[in-house]
């Protein structure tokens, strides 16, 4: 796996108090403390600086699950990414599927989002994946494509641990129907490939490219043998402590 440390990501989506979000992290630190992966959860914006604030000093890593491209301004109900760096954010997940879907997230915002984070010294994990329909048709590799080569379009990376690509075919998130490990390899090293042209060779076999739809415990091991799968990005999975740990010590 070259020299990819893996990176376990929790995206809690819309869940969780301010309350709930701490008893979580209070919950989780103990039973990862041994872990030597890199681990990540991304609350909603309302849990980030309680949640930063207890694990300021332990191996788990804060997200965001989204940002707004500009510095400041007139942009009511947006968050800016030195926002996410004030409430001690290291990482932001940016075009997740249901942000493209429901709240019209294209290929050029995403673009932007990806460039702002980038230059604020945030993480991407940059989210692509084909519907189903698009996979029937036999379309997953161009979809895969041209989100890449859109998402990246502009972008040179400066050092080799600052873009995460997130692999989520949108048919496997939330319904319980994992993509098998033959498609995930299939994927994975097709995007490394891709990367190698968007972004040279050392970047591509230095950045991390997480699979996400419903892993579970009993499937994170399989998939984490795969050669060019570096993670995961777990959803409600993530949710229970116990389950998330369960997936971190794969
Ligand atoms: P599930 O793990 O609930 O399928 O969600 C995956 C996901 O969308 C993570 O970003």
């Known amino acids: 796996m070259e020299n990819r440390r893996p990176l376990i990501a929790g995206n809690w989506k819309m869940h969780k108090s301010i309350l709930e979000s701490v008893e979580f992290v209070n919950q989780l630190l103990p039973l990862v403390a041994d872990s030597l992966v890199d681990i990540m959860i991304a609350p909603p914006f309302t849990s980030l600086f309680a949640v930063s604030e207890i694990i300021k000093d332990s191996n788990v890593d804060l997200g965001a699950q989204n940002l707004f491209w500009e510095k400041n301004g007139a942009f009511t109900g947006e968050i800016s990414p030195l926002m996410l760096l004030s409430a001690g954010c290291r990482y932001v997940i940016i075009g997740h599927s249901e942000r493209r879907q429901y709240f019209g997230e294209t290929d050029e915002t995403v673009n932007k989002k990806i460039n702002a984070a980038m230059e604020a010294g945030l993480i991407p994990i940059f989210c692509i994946g084909e519907t189903e329909s698009q996979r029937e ?3 997953t590799f161009s979809v895969l494509d041209k989100q890449i080569k859109m998402g990246l379009e502009g972008l040179t990376l400066k050092e080799d641990r600052m873009l995460v690509i997130a692999y989520e075919p949108v048919w496997a998130i939330g319904t319980g129907k994992t993509a098998l490990p033959g498609q995930v390899q299939e994927v994975h090293l097709y995007l490394r490939n891709l990367l190698e042209k968007t972004s040279g060779k050392r970047h591509a076999a230095a950045i991390r490219i997480l699979y996400g739809g419903s892993v ?29 740990s369960k997936i971190i010590h794969f």
């Open 216 to 244: 579970k415990p009993d499937n994170i091991s399989e998939l984490m043998a795969l050669p060019d799968v570096d993670g995961a990005l777990v959803g409600g999975a993530s949710l229970n402590a116990d389950t998330f």
């Open 137 to 139: 048709e036999g379309k």
